[in-house]
């Protein structure tokens, strides 16, 4: 082991995003913080284009030449994008020659996160700087690394300080790039956590150690490692939104910038202090400098995890990142056993209490320094206790410190559980004079990957713990040898065993080892998986989280090839990773379709699958392939190519932006002329429903035109020939299957996507009617009592209403949502496309009624499975009809209404069956419920909305929703606790006024006073006033989701438009204000469902004079 004969430096990693506001006495306390702890630099994490940089490197600068501090730049290439090179030499030559800007043999010392696509760019900065490049390039790993352009960086450094799935850190990365560099200069990081929550960078991971010592298990890496590193970069000094920071806590951008729309779920930094992971650097530090350290100060840390990862939310954490193609964890696998450490710096040995919710737990220290002076450390599994935490330094019995740290066990907002751990620290009172010291000590317990562990313990013990193989785990003096023997070991099989067989045999333990070893020389030959590597998944399937189309496809690909996000899919088998088969050329603005957008974790599945070939667009979006232009026609649209701008295909802009960015407009409108010309010269020719100009279809000539793939047949439901969407080729028709320009990209898949719309509905609707004929039995057993007529009677318009409350909100949804601001901010266009909707529906009603009048009797009654049948097949034929009225080129005005603007440039509204399903009964039940109720009843029985009025105790008003539940008699009793079905009470959350759903005279027969009085007879067990049957069952759990409110919000709204009164007409589904309305509010549309305002006693007095006098009804009886 080195011996310490050259000085070493150490880091920590600045963040300057994070020091916005910020003032030189700012960073004076931070550069000071950081002194007492022995840190020598900060590496200024800088981002490109980042209006901190200016004022706050002036700041940083000034701060450290008045405190003898030093500072370098660490560029930041993945946070806004990469550094212009004329930008990285400015800022080094500006600064590279102060005093304050560290060195490396008088050349400024220069490092990167990431940025190993332009590595290029640094033969022409050190050139022009004279600077000394160490970059963080780990996600090419260091042999790759150390290649790029030419061998470019002088040394490098390894981002990788965290350990993995919530084990124990490791060194196996580390050995890789000692081996690699083979003695240039190795910056080795440092960490001591690592969880960020940020939505607003789609990041939402940790990687733990389930003891939650990696801050000391890393130290010992450090002590122990082989060669020394010359850097250590501690990481990171204030990045909170990753939970690593060891500065004190400040507000954070990730949670205080009011800008960041997408924030996360709990603040998981305000008030958690990593004091104590701060204040063990003094020791660490000068034990990695000089291998001494002297000790003036005792003190006790602590480290923790707050909240119960079993009992509080996750917040879709996960242990490990599929975006590094590792295998996910929830944090329950791994956190579920609760751990706290506790480390002490001591001049002499003393003991260490910890005491959770009063309760003394058994401790103890893990590791103690050989000579009794240095870092002490233990941990604790604290199980299921909770409650306040005490951690007690004792000596000698007697107290000497004390942290009284924050509760363990609760939850933190809402409901989550947050994954920052608490770190703090307490001071012994008084100062002491010891030095601590490792020099001379070796590794003295070692471990090691899977077959390793074993062998690696016994080599370990005594100072052999090569680091490629093995991983030390605490440090001391160094033990007696074993006597040698002559015996000489091999490895088996596995080369990496050889040295670690050869010492073995040679010291007396080849019966230890014998599973791996070998006393003869046998061939041996790398393993196809390296076990120092951790597995990663090579199979998997959607864990049912997202119903979209192709997610179980998309899981399959992504999980092959060990991308398996823990959020949408589940893998089913892991091994050795398989290389993706790489770019596609999709390009920028690949991820989720327009539907699914908001899901950031399948946009995530969808860039990931699409990048690397394989992107079902019913489910994903390909992305931007525009850009440049070349030599074509005279007509601009023609001169642009396929990789021109970064609108025409990014999701983040609206289909009119990306229209008029490909200048499709003008491509659309001289289509649509070619084409008329066309049709003029080739008169139409119509058979089978298939009309063609010349034998070619509207759609032929238009893409054959736009010099775009030709054989789209878009006349026919279903028909997959219309659907693809085509990539934009230049190369095209000499290519693949395309089309060669913008324009005709936009217009091609417009074409696919409102073909796709309509393809879907039908297979959605096939689907829907199968299992909506379920709802024949379930209707009538939910809402028709025993022994009634199964057979209800239904009128031909509450027949257009139900197909109008099935067809119209979703033609509505892919119009408003797959168009986007397109349809709520263009008024020509919404006007059009409204109109659109308003006749796809008017047209279906026709087949709706021409397929229902060809029964026998319809007109008078209706079984429910033939309404569905007939349903359906009046929507099939409305689909047929309008992919012909849109396709066939009679008249082209409908689809120019469509097209022009780039309304149809977004993916389609994908239907499922489910959904389509889930509107059938929904529709159907609102639809039928008042006819299966008074199948169920007398002429003179009627569903009523009670009021409030009346129904409280001694006959008073109840006005307010809360006061309806509080009451529970008078009139109320008699609605709500009837020994029959009790009336439904909803409330009407916009107003908070309190109605009841009931059924009034039931079976009822009044008995006039020469009988036995003024009373009713109902019946045993029944009340006058009840709930009408099966109305329990609506509670948003059955069809389709129906809940109360949904019926309640019909009828208000029909009460409000007629001016406050009872009495609205009967909806008209052939009325295009009554289809808007069904579109827009489906089965809360005014009317839809609706029954009669009134107040109990207004009610009852009605009924009584109608059934015991004879009055005539009211035109809203029983109300007025």
Not at 29 to 34: K, N
Not at 318 to 325: I, R
Not at 994 to 1008: A, F, K, S, T, V
């Amino acid at each position: 082991m080195s011996q310490w004969v050259i000085r070493r430096v150490n880091f920590d990693a600045a963040c300057v995003g994070n020091t916005g506001g910020w003032s030189q006495a700012d960073w004076t306390s931070e550069i000071q913080l950081a002194q007492l702890v022995g840190i020598d630099a900060f590496a200024l994490n800088i981002a490109a284009n980042d209006s901190n940089n200016t004022p706050q490197l002036a700041n940083a600068f000034a701060a450290a030449g008045s405190k003898g501090f030093q500072l370098f730049f660490s560029f930041d290439y993945a946070g806004h994008g990469p550094w212009a090179q004329g930008d990285v030499m400015a800022l080094i030559k500006q600064y590279g020659s102060a005093g304050t800007y560290f060195k490396r043999n008088g050349k400024p010392f220069v490092s990167t996160f990431e940025g190993p696509d332009n590595a290029a760019d640094w033969v022409n900065i050190k050139a022009q700087t004279g600077c000394f490049l160490i970059p963080d390039w780990s996600s090419y790993g260091a042999a790759a690394a150390l290649q790029l352009a030419n061998g470019v960086a002088d040394g490098l450094f390894n981002w990788a300080a965290w350990a993995w799935g919530g084990g124990a850190m490791n060194t196996y990365v580390d050995a890789s790039y000692m081996q690699f560099l083979n003695g240039k200069p190795y910056m080795m990081p440092v960490s001591p956590w690592f969880y960020t929550n940020l939505p607003q960078y789609d990041k939402n991971w940790m990687w733990s150690t389930m003891t939650l010592d990696l801050w000391e298990q890393r130290w010992i890496e450090v002590l122990t490692a082989s060669p020394q590193p010359d850097y250590i970069e501690i990481i990171s000094w204030n990045d909170f939104g990753e939970s690593h920071y060891i500065a004190g806590v400040r507000p954070s951008p990730p949670f205080n910038d009011p800008s960041v729309t997408k924030k996360p779920p709990v603040d998981y930094v305000t008030g958690m202090s990593h004091d104590g992971w701060r204040a063990q650097l003094s020791a660490w530090i000068q034990l990695y400098k000089t291998g001494t350290a002297s000790i003036k100060q005792e003190f006790v840390t602590t480290a923790y995890l707050l909240n119960s990862v079993n009992n509080c939310k996750d917040g879709g954490t996960s242990v490990n990142t599929a975006s590094q193609l590792q295998f996910e964890y929830p944090p329950s696998a791994v956190l579920n056993s609760a751990f706290l450490s506790y480390t002490a710096v001591l001049g002499s040995s003393a003991d260490v209490t910890v005491i959770i919710g009063g309760t003394a737990l058994a401790t103890g220290w893990t590791t103690k320094p050989a000579n009794g002076v240095g870092v002490y450390h233990g941990t604790v599994n604290i199980g299921t206790h909770t409650g306040s935490v005490q951690v007690q330094l004792r000596r000698n019995n007697n107290v000497i410190a004390t942290i009284n740290g924050k509760s363990i066990g609760a939850c933190a907002a809402n409901g989550y559980a947050t994954f920052n751990p608490y770190s703090d620290v307490a001071v012994v009172p008084g100062s002491i004079s010891a030095t601590a010291s490792v020099v001379g000590q070796v590794c003295t317990a070692g471990t090691g990957a899977q077959g390793f562990a074993t062998i690696c313990s016994i080599t370990c013990a005594y100072g052999y713990c090569p680091i490629g193989a093995c991983v030390c785990t605490q440090i001391g003096p160094q033990k007696t040898y074993p006597t040698a023997t002559t015996l000489t070991g091999y490895a088996k099989s596995d080369p990496n065993y050889a040295g670690l067989c050869s010492w073995c045999y040679t010291f007396g333990f080849a019966s230890q080892v014998s599973a791996w070893c070998s006393s003869t020389q046998q061939p041996t030959s790398s393993p196809l998986i390296s076990p120092f590597l951790p597995f990663v998944c090579t199979a998997g399937k959607s864990n049912g989280a997202v119903a979209a189309p192709s997610v179980d496809n998309l899981c399959a690909f992504t999980c092959a090839h060990g991308y398996c996000p823990l959020s949408l899919c589940l893998c089913s088998s892991t091994g050795a990773l398989l290389i993706a088969p790489g770019s596609s050329g999709v390009g920028k603005g690949v991820g989720a379709a327009a539907q699914y957008a908001d899901n950031q974790a399948l946009s995530d599945l969808c860039a990931f699958a699409c990048n690397n070939g394989f992107c079902p667009f019913d489910t994903c979006y390909p992305g931007a392939v525009f850009s440049g232009e070349v030599a074509g026609s005279d007509q601009p649209w023609y001169k642009i190519n396929c990789s021109h701008g970064t609108l025409v295909s990014d999701v983040l802009y609206t289909g009119p932006q990306r229209w008029a960015d490909a200048d499709a407009e003008p491509a659309w409108q001289e289509a649509l002329s070619f084409f008329q010309d066309y049709k003029n010269a080739h008169p139409p020719v119509t058979g089978g429903g298939h009309t063609t100009y010349n034998g070619a279809e509207l759609s032929q000539i238009i893409m054959d035109h736009l010099h775009a793939t030709s054989d789209r047949l878009c006349q026919f439901v279903p028909n997959d020939a219309c659907n693809t969407i085509v990539p934009c080729d230049d190369q095209f028709p000499e290519g693949a299957t395309g089309v060669s320009t913008p324009a005709g990209y936009m217009i091609t898949n417009s074409f696919a996507n409102i073909h796709m719309l309509i393809d879907e509905m039908y297979n959605a609707i096939n689907d829907a009617v199968q299992e909506g004929n379920g709802l024949t039995t379930e209707v009538v057993d939910d809402f028709v009592m025993g022994g009634q007529a199964a057979n209800l009677a239904l009128q031909l318009d509450i027949v257009g209403l139900l197909f109008s409350l099935v067809a119209a909100p979703f033609w509505n949804s892919w119009l408003k949502n797959s168009m986007g601001t397109s349809y709520r901010n263009w008024e020509n266009t919404a006007g059009t496309l409204k109109d659109a909707l308003d006749g796809i529906v008017s047209n279906g009603l026709d087949y709706i009624k021409d397929s229902l009048e060809s029964l026998d009797g319809v007109s008078k009654a209706l079984a429910f499975q033939a309404l569905i049948t007939s349903m359906g097949e009046g929507m099939i034929k409305t689909l047929n009809s309008n992919a012909a009225l849109l396709f066939d080129g009679k008249n082209t005005s409908t689809l120019n209404g469509l097209l022009t603007g780039g309304s149809a440039a977004a993916n389609s509204l994908h239907i499922s069956p489910a959904e389509m399903t889930n509107n059938f009964y929904k529709a159907m039940v609102v639809i039928t419920m008042p006819v299966a109720w008074a199948a169920n009843a007398l002429p003179t029985a009627v569903v009523v909305w009670f009021t409030g009025k009346g129904m409280g105790n001694g006959n008073s008003d109840i006005t307010t929703c809360n006061g309806a539940e509080a009451a529970a008699s008078g009139l109320l009793d008699s609605l709500v606790l009837g020994n029959d079905v009790p009336a439904r009470f909803v409330c009407d959350t916009a107003t908070d006024t309190p109605y009841w759903l009931g059924y009034i005279g039931r079976n009822c027969d009044w008995l006039p006073p020469s009988k036995v009085g003024n009373t009713w007879d109902c019946g045993p067990d029944a009340s006058l006033v009840q709930g009408p049957t099966g109305i329990g069952n609506v509670d948003g759990t059955k069809f389709g989701g129906l809940t109360m409110e949904d019926l309640l919000i019909s009828s208000l709204k029909a009460f409000r438009n007629n001016g406050n009164k009872n009495g609205w007409s009967a909806v008209d589904p052939k009325n295009q204000a009554v289809v808007a309305d069904v579109a827009d509010s489906g089965v809360q549309a005014a009317g839809v469902f609706s029954a009669p305002f009134c107040s109990y006693v207004e009610a009852m007095t009605n009924f009584k004079n109608t059934v015991a006098y004879n009055e005539p009804r009211s035109a809203n009886w029983p109300c007025n």
